[in-house]
Protein backbone atom coordinates (compact mmCIF):
# COMPACT_ATOMS: atom_id res chain seq x y z
CA UNK A 1 0.00 0.00 0.00
CA UNK A 2 1.66 3.24 -0.96
CA UNK A 3 1.84 5.11 2.09
CA UNK A 4 -0.05 8.39 0.73
CA UNK A 5 -2.89 7.57 -2.31
CA UNK A 6 -4.71 10.16 -4.21
CA UNK A 7 -7.00 9.90 -6.93
CA UNK A 8 -4.68 10.54 -9.83
CA UNK A 9 -8.21 12.31 -11.92
CA UNK A 10 -8.79 13.52 -14.16
CA UNK A 11 -11.48 15.81 -12.46
CA UNK A 12 -12.98 17.76 -15.33
CA UNK A 13 -15.56 20.77 -14.09
CA UNK A 14 -17.12 23.28 -15.56
CA UNK A 15 -15.99 26.89 -13.89
CA UNK A 16 -18.48 27.49 -10.86
CA UNK A 17 -18.39 24.13 -10.19
CA UNK A 18 -17.37 22.56 -6.27
CA UNK A 19 -14.92 19.58 -6.58
CA UNK A 20 -13.71 17.77 -3.47
CA UNK A 21 -10.52 15.63 -3.71
CA UNK A 22 -9.47 13.22 -1.04
CA UNK A 23 -6.23 11.80 -0.02
CA UNK A 24 -5.38 8.67 2.46
CA UNK A 25 -2.51 8.21 4.23
CA UNK A 26 -0.93 5.33 5.84
CA UNK A 27 1.28 6.17 8.81
CA UNK A 28 -1.58 6.99 11.35
CA UNK A 29 1.60 8.45 13.67
CA UNK A 30 1.81 10.92 10.89
CA UNK A 31 1.67 14.88 11.89
CA UNK A 32 1.48 17.16 9.65
CA UNK A 33 -0.30 17.68 6.27
CA UNK A 34 0.04 19.75 3.67
CA UNK A 35 -1.90 20.35 0.17
CA UNK A 36 0.33 21.89 -2.74
CA UNK A 37 -0.81 22.88 -5.97
CA UNK A 38 1.87 21.92 -9.10
CA UNK A 39 1.25 23.42 -12.54
CA UNK A 40 2.36 22.00 -15.32
CA UNK A 41 6.18 21.99 -15.85
CA UNK A 42 6.80 24.30 -12.73
CA UNK A 43 7.47 23.84 -9.15
CA UNK A 44 5.37 22.80 -6.34
CA UNK A 45 3.93 25.15 -4.60
CA UNK A 46 2.23 25.39 -1.06
CA UNK A 47 -1.87 25.33 -1.66
CA UNK A 48 -2.63 25.37 2.75
CA UNK A 49 -1.54 23.26 5.77
CA UNK A 50 -4.41 20.72 7.05
CA UNK A 51 -5.12 21.25 10.85
CA UNK A 52 -7.48 18.91 12.78
CA UNK A 53 -10.10 21.32 13.00
CA UNK A 54 -9.56 21.96 9.63
CA UNK A 55 -9.33 25.23 7.73
CA UNK A 56 -10.25 27.64 5.02
CA UNK A 57 -8.55 29.96 2.76
CA UNK A 58 -11.42 31.81 0.67
CA UNK A 59 -12.58 29.07 -1.59
CA UNK A 60 -10.55 26.50 -0.36
CA UNK A 61 -11.27 24.39 2.58
CA UNK A 62 -8.87 21.69 3.82
CA UNK A 63 -10.57 18.73 6.32
CA UNK A 64 -8.56 16.13 8.15
CA UNK A 65 -10.04 12.75 9.69
CA UNK A 66 -7.24 11.35 11.54
CA UNK A 67 -9.37 8.26 13.09
CA UNK A 68 -10.27 7.79 8.88
CA UNK A 69 -6.65 9.23 7.77
CA UNK A 70 -7.98 11.00 5.41
CA UNK A 71 -7.73 13.93 4.45
CA UNK A 72 -9.96 16.16 1.91
CA UNK A 73 -9.29 19.25 -0.22
CA UNK A 74 -12.77 21.08 -1.01
CA UNK A 75 -12.64 23.96 -4.20
CA UNK A 76 -15.69 26.20 -4.47
CA UNK A 77 -16.76 28.15 -7.28
CA UNK A 78 -14.01 26.65 -9.14
CA UNK A 79 -11.93 28.90 -11.78
CA UNK A 80 -10.30 28.24 -14.82
CA UNK A 81 -7.11 29.21 -13.16
CA UNK A 82 -7.57 26.11 -10.51
CA UNK A 83 -6.63 24.07 -13.11
CA UNK A 84 -3.47 22.19 -12.14
CA UNK A 85 -2.18 18.83 -10.03
CA UNK A 86 -3.28 18.68 -6.14
CA UNK A 87 -0.44 16.78 -4.25
CA UNK A 88 -1.52 15.62 -0.85
CA UNK A 89 1.25 15.85 2.08
CA UNK A 90 2.19 14.08 4.74
CA UNK A 91 5.09 14.13 7.05
CA UNK A 92 6.04 12.03 9.88
CA UNK A 93 7.91 12.21 13.09
CA UNK A 94 9.55 8.79 13.18
CA UNK A 95 11.00 9.76 9.57
CA UNK A 96 12.55 12.97 10.61
CA UNK A 97 11.42 16.13 8.85
CA UNK A 98 10.69 14.05 5.56
CA UNK A 99 7.82 14.80 3.60
CA UNK A 100 5.73 12.40 1.55
CA UNK A 101 4.35 13.27 -1.44
CA UNK A 102 1.40 11.91 -3.27
CA UNK A 103 0.98 11.45 -6.76
CA UNK A 104 -1.18 14.24 -7.46
CA UNK A 105 -4.86 14.60 -8.49
CA UNK A 106 -5.58 16.22 -11.81
CA UNK A 107 -8.21 19.20 -11.92
CA UNK A 108 -9.23 20.76 -14.83
CA UNK A 109 -11.61 23.86 -15.06
CA UNK A 110 -13.77 24.43 -18.22
CA UNK A 111 -15.69 27.20 -19.41
CA UNK B 1 8.51 34.48 -5.36
CA UNK B 2 9.11 31.83 -2.73
CA UNK B 3 12.79 32.85 -1.94
CA UNK B 4 14.17 29.53 -3.04
CA UNK B 5 16.17 30.17 -6.68
CA UNK B 6 18.11 27.55 -8.60
CA UNK B 7 20.40 28.01 -11.36
CA UNK B 8 20.84 26.82 -13.95
CA UNK B 9 16.90 26.44 -15.51
CA UNK B 10 17.74 24.67 -18.52
CA UNK B 11 20.52 22.02 -18.88
CA UNK B 12 21.87 20.02 -21.51
CA UNK B 13 24.61 17.50 -21.08
CA UNK B 14 26.25 14.96 -22.60
CA UNK B 15 27.04 11.17 -20.50
CA UNK B 16 30.21 12.24 -20.29
CA UNK B 17 29.98 15.32 -18.87
CA UNK B 18 30.24 16.99 -15.20
CA UNK B 19 28.08 19.91 -14.39
CA UNK B 20 26.62 21.09 -10.83
CA UNK B 21 23.03 22.65 -9.57
CA UNK B 22 22.91 25.08 -7.46
CA UNK B 23 20.15 25.97 -5.40
CA UNK B 24 19.65 29.33 -2.25
CA UNK B 25 17.45 30.00 0.28
CA UNK B 26 16.59 33.23 1.37
CA UNK B 27 13.84 32.18 4.37
CA UNK B 28 16.36 31.48 7.18
CA UNK B 29 15.57 27.80 6.94
CA UNK B 30 17.75 25.10 8.56
CA UNK B 31 16.84 21.71 5.92
CA UNK B 32 17.76 21.46 2.58
CA UNK B 33 16.20 19.00 -0.11
CA UNK B 34 16.65 17.54 -3.15
CA UNK B 35 13.97 15.97 -5.45
CA UNK B 36 13.85 14.12 -8.62
CA UNK B 37 10.58 14.32 -10.99
CA UNK B 38 10.04 12.75 -13.83
CA UNK B 39 7.84 13.14 -16.52
CA UNK B 40 3.90 12.11 -15.02
CA UNK B 41 5.40 10.65 -11.57
CA UNK B 42 5.61 12.10 -8.71
CA UNK B 43 8.08 14.06 -6.97
CA UNK B 44 11.37 11.52 -5.33
CA UNK B 45 13.35 12.36 -2.74
CA UNK B 46 16.95 12.43 -2.97
CA UNK B 47 18.74 13.82 -0.37
CA UNK B 48 18.15 15.29 3.12
CA UNK B 49 20.40 18.07 4.97
CA UNK B 50 19.66 19.72 8.17
CA UNK B 51 21.30 21.93 9.64
CA UNK B 52 24.38 21.01 6.98
CA UNK B 53 24.17 17.62 7.87
CA UNK B 54 23.20 15.21 5.38
CA UNK B 55 20.79 13.47 7.30
CA UNK B 56 19.01 10.89 4.29
CA UNK B 57 20.31 9.15 1.09
CA UNK B 58 17.43 8.13 -0.85
CA UNK B 59 19.16 5.34 -2.86
CA UNK B 60 20.64 7.66 -4.96
CA UNK B 61 23.12 6.41 -7.27
CA UNK B 62 26.57 7.54 -6.72
CA UNK B 63 26.99 9.44 -10.45
CA UNK B 64 24.80 12.72 -7.96
CA UNK B 65 26.91 14.28 -5.28
CA UNK B 66 24.92 16.43 -2.94
CA UNK B 67 27.16 19.34 -0.97
CA UNK B 68 25.90 21.79 1.62
CA UNK B 69 28.55 24.26 2.20
CA UNK B 70 26.13 26.23 4.43
CA UNK B 71 22.77 26.14 5.82
CA UNK B 72 21.84 28.86 2.43
CA UNK B 73 23.44 26.82 -0.20
CA UNK B 74 22.90 23.58 -1.87
CA UNK B 75 24.71 21.87 -4.64
CA UNK B 76 24.24 18.75 -6.44
CA UNK B 77 27.31 17.54 -8.33
CA UNK B 78 26.28 15.57 -11.75
CA UNK B 79 28.52 13.08 -13.51
CA UNK B 80 28.23 10.48 -16.05
CA UNK B 81 24.78 10.33 -16.22
CA UNK B 82 22.53 8.45 -18.14
CA UNK B 83 19.42 9.34 -20.16
CA UNK B 84 17.02 8.29 -18.01
CA UNK B 85 18.26 10.94 -15.57
CA UNK B 86 16.26 13.74 -17.61
CA UNK B 87 14.41 15.17 -15.50
CA UNK B 88 13.20 18.32 -13.19
CA UNK B 89 15.08 18.80 -10.47
CA UNK B 90 13.96 20.93 -7.55
CA UNK B 91 15.56 22.12 -4.18
CA UNK B 92 13.37 22.76 -1.10
CA UNK B 93 14.24 24.35 2.18
CA UNK B 94 11.83 24.17 5.02
CA UNK B 95 12.34 24.79 9.25
CA UNK B 96 12.35 21.72 11.04
CA UNK B 97 11.32 22.28 14.73
CA UNK B 98 12.31 20.30 17.85
CA UNK B 99 12.20 17.11 17.83
CA UNK B 100 12.61 16.75 13.91
CA UNK B 101 8.62 18.04 13.45
CA UNK B 102 8.29 18.94 9.83
CA UNK B 103 6.93 22.40 8.75
CA UNK B 104 5.96 22.89 5.23
CA UNK B 105 8.59 23.28 2.67
CA UNK B 106 9.03 25.69 -0.07
CA UNK B 107 10.62 24.73 -3.63
CA UNK B 108 12.62 26.30 -5.91
CA UNK B 109 11.61 26.67 -9.78
CA UNK B 110 13.75 23.55 -10.91
CA UNK B 111 16.35 22.76 -13.14
CA UNK B 112 15.01 21.07 -16.02
CA UNK B 113 17.50 18.44 -16.91
CA UNK B 114 18.28 16.51 -20.77
CA UNK B 115 20.62 14.42 -21.03
CA UNK B 116 21.79 13.00 -24.11
Known amino acids: RKEVEQDPGPFNVPEGATVAFNCTYSNSASQSFFWYRQDCRKEPKLLMS???SGNEDGRFTAQLNRASQYISLLIRDSKLSDSATYLC????????????FGAGTILRVKS | ETGVTQTPRHLVMGMTNKKSLKCEQHLGHNAMYWYKQSAKKPLELMFV???????ENNSVPSRFSPECPNSSHLFLHLHTLQPEDSALYLCASSRVGEGGISYEQYFGPGTRLTVT
Open chain 2, 49 to 55: YNFKEQT
Open chain 1, 50 to 52: VYS
Open chain 1, 89 to 100: VVSKIQYGNKLV
